[in-house]
């Protein structure tokens, strides 16, 4: 579902074929809403799930690396393995 706002109002638009015939004639459907679309699919939910993951965990590797780095700046790099098994 893909709520846009036309003339002031709030119109909810069910991506279908059928409700997508009635659009106003030359308003297209913006790309935010083509993305949604597309990322809302049944098939595609798993992928967009994936790609959360993924973005997590390379964060999460970038900090950890932020904080050893900081560690071994700082001439502790002894203590990098022991906050690791912490």
């Known amino acids: 579902m893909v709520a846009r706002r036309e003339t002031g109002t709030l ?3 069910i991506d279908n074929p059928v409700v997508n015939r009635y659009l ?3 308003m297209e459907k913006s790309g935010l809403d083509q993305l949604l679309t597309i990322m809302l699919r049944p098939d595609n939910i798993p992928i967009v799930g994936l790609m959360v993951l993924v973005f997590f965990f390379t964060w999460l590797a970038f900090r950890e690396a932020r904080k050893n780095d900081q560690l071994i700046e700082e001439g502790r790099a002894d ?3 022991k906050e690791m098994q912490e």
């Open 79 to 81: 203590e990098i393995l």
């Open 11 to 13: 119109a909810l638009l």
């Open 24 to 26: 106003p004639e030359g």
